[in-house]
């Protein structure tokens, strides 16, 4: 093989190895996306869960670290109330 064709062939195969980087580097991106995006529950949910569900529901909820906090006080929606600070 010639050295001019040996150097495209050495071009093309590094070309190669960067897009196949960048794919692999594209796809870690995505499954740390994928790990760092869990669903949070609303304080609603969690007391339901922890009420309705009884011991196999607070077993879950402790695994996924969203147990409820009872301090809370919530609306009628549901949503927990932001205290007024005292004027």
């Known amino acids: 093989m010639?050295?001019?064709?040996?150097?495209?062939?050495?071009?093309?195969?590094?070309?190669?190895?960067?897009?196949?980087?960048?794919?692999?580097d594209r796809q870690a991106v995505r499954d740390q996306l994928k790990q760092n995006n869990k669903t949070q529950?609303?304080?609603l949910h969690r007391r339901r869960i922890w009420i309705r569900h009884g011991q196999e529901g607070r077993a879950w909820l402790k695994e996924i670290g969203q147990?409820?906090?009872?301090?809370?006080?919530?609306?009628?929606?549901?949503?927990?109330?932001?205290?007024?600070?005292?004027?």
Do not use: H, I, N, Y
Request: charged share 45%.
């Open 2 to 24: 010639s050295p001019a064709m040996e150097a495209r062939v050495r071009e093309a195969m590094g070309r190669r190895r960067a897009a196949e980087q960048a794919d692999r």
């Open 41 to 43: 529950l609303t304080e």
């Open 67 to 87: 147990e409820p906090d009872f301090s809370l006080q919530l609306d009628k929606r549901g949503l927990p109330v932001k205290e007024k600070a005292d004027a």
